[in-house]
T-cell receptor, first 112, second 116 residues
Framework: QKEVEQNSGPLSVPEGAIASLNCTYS??????FFWYRQYSGKSPELIMF????GDKEDGRFTAQLNKASQYVSLLIRDSQPSDSATYLC????????????FGTGTRLQVTL | SAVISQKPSRDICQRGTSLTIQCQVD?????MFWYRQQPGQSLTLIAT?????????ESGFVIDKFPISRPNLTFSTLTVSNMSPEDSSIYLC?????????????FGPGTRLTVL
């Protein structure tokens, strides 16, 4: 079992819709969770992080964390074609010198 | 966030040779990391570059193959030694900055390596 799992996609959503990206993790010691966006041929770009149960909103992005279910999600409202990218979920354990464990990423396609 | 640069941005190398990749940050950072991203795959941590001491390598990565230097708080190098086509990958430097909520990692632009 992979430590951080994501559906590889592609996830296709029409422009203006809500895109929902999901991530599960197996290590209950994971404390912080990060979402990165990676455009083709580019390096990952941090979108947001979350470490408390519940929702965290930043502009069009909302991260959701449910530690009991070991589930993290990223919602993108009013999806734009420029949101088309691969979204990487990463988890970090408490006290492990900042090591991030990445999922394989979900490719999002926003269609016109 | 810190501004991170890497050199070279890409290179094509012959098998058996070595390549050194440089990572420069515009501010002092405590933690620097080196990752590898093979085609179509996610990021795998190679090692943590420790300032003034030997790097800490992840399982499956060894110093002889991937020697790392970290002479100061703004600079690190990763060498890919005795390269084979299997080393063709994107190599990414990342740095960690301390925040009020949590520490976050930011990535450099990457070095795309092709080994023939």
């Amino acid at each position: 079992q992979k430590e951080v799992e994501q559906n590889s996609g592609p996830l296709s959503v029409p422009e203006g819709a809500i895109a929902s990206l999901n991530c599960t993790y197996s290590d209950r010691g994971s404390q912080s969770f990060f979402w990165y966006r990676q455009y083709s041929g580019k390096s990952p770009e941090l979108i947001m992080f979350i470490y408390s149960n519940g929702d965290k909103e930043d502009g069009r992005f909302t991260a959701q964390l449910n530690k009991a279910s070991q589930y993290v999600s990223l919602l993108i409202r009013d999806s734009q074609p420029s949101d088309s990218a691969t979204y990487l979920c990463a988890a970090r354990r408490a006290g492990t010198a900042s090591k991030l464990t990445f999922g394989t990423g979900t490719r999002l396609q926003v269609t016109l | 966030s810190a501004v991170i640069s890497q050199k070279p941005s890409r290179d094509i190398c012959q098998r058996g040779t070595s390549l050194t990749i440089q990572c420069q940050v515009d501010s002092q950072v405590t933690m620097m990391f080196w990752y590898r991203q093979q085609p179509g795959q996610s990021l795998t941590l190679i090692a943590t570059a420790n300032q003034g001491s030997e790097a800490t390598y992840e399982s499956g990565f060894v110093i002889d193959k991937f020697p790392i230097s970290r002479p100061n708080l703004t600079f690190s190098t990763l060498t890919v030694s005795n390269m084979s086509p299997e080393d063709s990958s994107i190599y990414l430097c990342s740095v960690e900055t301390f925040g009020t909520d949590t520490d976050t990692q930011y990535f450099g632009p990457g070095t795309r390596l092709t080994v023939l």
